[in-house]
């Protein structure tokens, strides 16, 4: 079966660093998708790692180790604004089709 | 250049009904997917199309059921509505590019079923 593992809530304070941790067990593996999606909204696309290792853009970093099935997202300097619910997605094959986790929700403090 | 709009927003049916949802891709964007998305759990997905054919089909039954466009826009169907199918219904569009290379979708605000 297809499956992803990552916590399913997370608290942080405002301006600290935060990682979210994600494990994988798919049939098939052409990378790791990162989506935030805000309370009634719509998921948006954060990051997207196809090789091992880091990618870095502004404030959001997300790495990734096929050898391992594992992957996080590092947010720094946190805003408030960044409470919202954090997807690792697995893009399985040339399709777009994505296998998603069941989320984390990242709950900042003042 | 517009984003993905989905219509309606929220919608109420009722057991064994039948309900179609409206997708407009994001402009040049020749390819759209549907996710259904229950209450705390992360987008399942439901079938892709791409130039007017479904090219990909995730594990729901036969009485889901889209279309495509010649524009790309989009409609889900689903028949013989249950209870479990109430949920929020995503569309997504990509370009042949950033989604191939990046895996970058984009999403609409979705379209909220509830089934009584």
């Known amino acids: 079966g297809q499956s992803l593992e990552q916590p399913s809530e997370v608290t942080a304070v405002e301006g600290a660093i935060v990682q979210i941790n994600c494990t994988y067990q798919t049939s098939g593996f052409y990378g790791l998708s990162w989506y935030q999606q805000h309370d009634g909204g719509a998921p948006t696309f954060l990051s997207y790692n196809a090789l091992d290792g880091l990618e870095e853009t502004g404030r959001f970093s997300s790495f990734l180790s096929r050898s391992d099935s594992y992957g996080y997202l590092l947010l720094q300097e946190l805003q408030m604004k960044d409470s919202a619910s954090y997807f690792c997605?697995?893009?399985?094959?040339?399709?777009?089709?994505?296998?998603w986790g069941a989320g984390t929700k990242l709950i900042i403090k003042p | 250049e517009t984003g993905v709009t989905q219509s309606p927003t929220h919608l109420i049916k009722t057991r064994g009904q039948q309900v179609t949802l409206r997708c407009s891709s994001q402009s040049g964007h020749n390819t759209v997917s549907w996710y259904q998305q229950a209450l705390g759990q992360g987008p399942q997905f439901i079938f892709q199309?791409?130039?007017?054919?479904?090219?990909g089909r995730g594990n729901f039954p036969p009485r889901f059921s889209g279309l495509q466009f010649p524009n790309y826009s989009s409609e889900l169907n689903v028949n013989a509505l249950e209870l479990d199918d109430s949920a929020l219904y995503l569309c997504a569009s990509s370009d042949p590019l950033a989604g191939g290379l990046h895996g970058e979708l984009f999403f609409g605000e979705g379209s909220r079923l509830t089934v009584l």
């Open positions: 199309y791409y130039r007017e054919e479904e090219n």
């Open positions: 997605a697995v893009k399985r094959d040339s399709n777009y089709q994505l296998i």
